[in-house]
């Protein structure tokens, strides 16, 4: 065999694998790329909006899909305030998503001029809007989250001992409150923790308006005593 055709056939050879490797470059290249992280969905968002998630998770589009931990991304998820749990599914595809539960808003809290949704631990779980809300409203508690987590926990109670809704509270000192409830044009200062005052408060109301306008206010924070401040009476006509 001649010179020329054995060193043809090496070079021949090693354009071959150069070839094959400069394919499977490529092809890894092509994949990395076709496996990152590119959209983000958000399943089970109805009261709070989604794009609190999609901006919590968007800093991990771009990333490769096979580097990606869902148990990290469910961490982030978790931390956004009105989230209570969640689960995180990455595809190969580079799709997200994320199935949220919401945690429960029963108060809006009023506070320096913004209204803020709170769950029944007190927790601020985002804004309110400025709609109004068939929620409960609270007003003063913002520099003292642990009072008005005691306050939330006794509602109910106080609302069995009133035998109404409570639409409205006030917070006037570390143990008292203004308490409007539905159907009661008067506020009635209360302590959260003896609701017992309300019952007292109630008869004293029904007794008082069977026989002269309705008061101003009720003050039922003696044990045992409930004063009323009467309504301004009308003067007389000439």
């Known amino acids: 065999m001649s010179g020329p055709v054995r060193h043809r056939r090496p070079f021949r050879r090693l354009l ?3 070839a094959i490797a ?3 470059l490529a092809l890894t290249g092509t994949l990395a790329m ?3 992280l590119r959209q983000v969905r958000v399943l089970g968002a109805r009261r709070f909006p989604a794009r609190d998630i999609e901006s919590v998770l968007r800093p991990a589009l771009g990333s490769p899909t096979i580097t990606a931990r869902a148990a990290a991304l469910r961490a982030m998820v978790r931390a956004v305030p009105w ?3 969640a689960s995180v599914r990455v595809s190969l595809d580079g799709v997200v998503t994320c199935s949220v539960e919401e945690r429960l808003p029963v108060a809006v809290a009023l506070d320096s001029g913004t209204r803020r949704l709170v769950d029944r631990d007190g927790r601020v779980l985002g804004s309110a809007g400025e709609a109004a809300s068939p929620l409960l409203e609270l007003d003063g508690f913002g520099p003292y989250p642990e009072e008005r987590q005691t306050f939330l926990g006794a509602v109910a109670t106080l609302e069995r001992a009133w035998g109404g809704t409570l639409e409205r509270a006030e917070r006037v000192a570390p143990h ?3 308490l409007h409830f539905r159907g009661a044009d008067l506020p009635v ?3 959260p923790e003896r609701p017992e005052a309300l019952a007292v408060a109630r008869r004293v109301l029904a007794a008082w308006t069977a026989g002269q306008p309705a008061p101003l206010r009720l003050d039922a924070r003696v044990a045992g005593r409930v004063a009323v401040l009467p309504a301004t009476p009308a ?3 000439e």
């Open 16 to 18: 071959g694998r150069a």
């Open 176 to 178: 008292d409150v203004a």
């Open 34 to 36: 076709a496996l990152q």
């Open 83 to 85: 989230v209570a749990d």
């Open 189 to 191: 200062l209360a302590d």
């Open 235 to 237: 003067p007389e006509e």
């Open 22 to 24: 400069a394919a499977a």
